[in-house]
């Protein structure tokens, strides 16, 4: 079993549209998460992190259930400039402690 | 301000041979991670290296090799390449200690094994 499991993809929603992201992880050690954006043959870019409080940036939410270890993201209103591939990243750690990666779940917002 | 920077962008190369990829991480970061990420996979780590000593590593065979130098620069090295190493190889950096922990990472280096 991988460690961090994403939702498998593709997801073509219209613009407007609203969409989540589901990720599990298996390590009850990890202590720092985190959401990436990548674009095409780019390199990941950090969207957010996540905290278990839960957590908004404009129309993304990100939510933590530890007790679960299931992480989500969801984002309102959909742009076309938000596709992309969406990496959800667990550590065990903070700072230089390496990052797990899923698969990624690729979405395209369509007009 | 430059940030992570990697060389070469796309390169060739031939089973059995070797390859040398280079990585300048963030000004003022002294922790550089390097991970591989095969076409349709999330990238792995494969090793991490501060103050020019590997500090941790991933599940990557010994072909698999590094350095660091003391301007904090890195080297990744594959000896004995294989079609599966096939890759994005992404180099990562930043601050041990420091109070942000924000990875930065380049843009990656496209190794192709023919």
């Known amino acids: 079993r991988k460690e961090v499991e994403q939702d498998p993809g593709p997801f073509n929603v219209p613009e407007g549209a609203t969409v989540a992201f589901n990720c599990t992880y298996s390590n009850s050690a990890s202590q720092s998460f985190f959401w990436y954006r990548q674009d095409c043959r780019k390199e990941p870019k950090l969207l957010m992190s996540v905290y278990s409080s839960g957590n908004e940036d404009g129309r993304f939410t990100a939510q933590l259930n530890r007790a679960s270890q299931y992480i989500s993201l969801l984002i309102r209103d959909s742009k076309l400039s938000d596709s992309a591939t969406y990496l959800c990243v667990v550590s065990r750690g903070s700072g230089n402690t390496p990052l797990v990666f899923g698969k990624g779940t690729r979405l395209s917002v369509i007009a | 301000d430059a940030g992570v920077t990697q060389s070469p962008t796309h390169l060739i190369k031939t089973r059995g041979q070797q390859v040398t990829l280079r990585c300048s991480p963030k000004?003022?970061?002294?922790?550089v991670s390097w991970y591989q990420q095969a076409l349709g996979q999330g990238p792995q780590f494969i090793f991490q290296?501060?103050?020019?000593?590997?500090?941790q590593r991933g599940n990557f065979p010994d072909r698999f090799s590094g350095h660091q130098f003391p301007n904090y620069s890195s080297e990744l090295n594959v000896n004995a390449l294989l079609l599966g190493d096939s890759a994005l190889y992404l180099c990562?950096?930043?601050?041990?200690?420091?109070?942000?922990?924000?990875?930065?990472f380049g843009e990656g280096s496209w190794l192709t094994v023919v």
């Open positions: 290296y501060y103050e020019e000593e590997e500090r």
């Open positions: 990562a950096s930043i601050l041990t200690g420091g109070s942000g922990n924000t990875i930065y």
């Open positions: 000004s003022g970061h002294d922790t």
